[in-house]
């Protein structure tokens, strides 16, 4: 054995010895407090967030002290017109994109899972180029399109680049789905007197609803939070709520109470869809 095997033998060693030589109770106490900075970690600046909501405007930069909190910035924010409907307009986007990428990314990934020959292997090389393309390089002649398709600050014009993108990604997510469930049953089905198509639709997806859910919950909220396209591919016409949050920033400063206001009503939402989605995400990515 070289001397270099042995001084890496007699590290890991000493390392395994402070760790087993911790009491459970120790290690248990480590662990939680490990457990809690990463908590805090992330917590801590929506925390901040809400309670920048509540400020007013003269206190917003001392929001450390004081007692002064207000729900007057949650007000004036749903009284302006812009803002409601830059709500109604994501959730319709993020809703119809989810539907869409789902219809194709379920029966892409399946193609993908279940068979072999020039086509699906054409098409899972397309689809890894054109994710190998930065996300950014898409942008502008994506604007260029939907202005000489004349969908430029409509809903299509932003609807078909996120399902372009979810397609890019989520087929390979559903060819590891497929790829997890034994295609046995999908045979006996056919033999039965099923089709192919007929044994997609009975035996093959009602077996993915947990990996189909948790995609829809990703693409609902990658959908919801996308900053990129809305700001590019939309006007006055189609607002999006991620970027009428930047209408609090003008020539005079920065509405951090309101801005904060608008962020907290769009969190709202995700957080919504996140706590009531978690567990189908848990278990469709298991399996």
């Known amino acids: 054995m070289s001397a270099v095997t042995s ?4 590290a890991d060693a000493r390392s395994e010895d402070f760790f087993s ?7 248990a106490a480590l662990f939680a407090l490990a457990a809690t900075a990463v908590c805090l970690l992330f917590t801590f600046p929506v925390f901040w967030l809400v309670l920048t909501s509540l400020r007013p405007a003269s206190g917003v930069f001392y929001v450390h002290r004081g007692t002064e909190f ?7 924010v749903l009284s302006q017109e812009i803002v409601l409907k830059a709500l109604f307009n994501s959730f319709v986007i993020s809703t119809a994109a989810t539907v869409l990428s789902l219809g194709v990314t379920a029966t892409s990934g399946y193609m993908l899972s279940r068979f072999k ?22 942008v502008l002649p994506l604007y260029f399109v939907t202005q000489q398709l004349h969908i430029f600050d409509t809903y299509w014009g932003l609807l078909f680049p996120h399902v372009a993108v979810h397609i890019c990604f989520f087929s390979w997510i559903m060819k590891g789905f497929f790829d997890g469930i034994d ?15 007929g044994a997609f639709w009975r035996v093959a997806m009602p077996t ?17 939070n996308e900053f990129l396209f809305a700001l590019i ?31 907290v009503i769009a969190l709202v939402p995700a957080l919504i869809v996140t706590l009531f989605g978690q567990r189908y995400v848990i278990r469709g990515l298991r399996i």
Not at 21 to 27: E, F, I, S
Not at 183 to 197: K, T, V
């Open 70 to 76: 207000t729900i007057d910035n949650f007000h004036e």
């Open 117 to 138: 020959g020039p086509i699906p292997n054409t098409w899972f090389s397309l689809i890894y180029i054109f994710r190998c393309v930065p996300y950014v390089a898409w």
């Open 183 to 197: 295609p046995s049953m999908e045979y006996a089905a056919m033999i039965d007197g099923c089709s192919r198509w």
């Open 233 to 263: 591919l939309t006007s006055h016409e189609t607002p999006i709520l991620t970027v009428v949050m930047a209408q609090f920033v003008h020539e005079l400063g920065m509405e951090w109470n309101l801005m904060s206001a608008t962020a």
């Open 21 to 27: 030589a911790l009491a459970p109770g120790a290690r």
């Open 208 to 224: 993915a609803v947990p990996g189909l859910t948790a995609l829809a919950i990703l693409c609902w909220l990658y959908t919801w």
């Open 7 to 10: 001084v890496e033998l007699k």
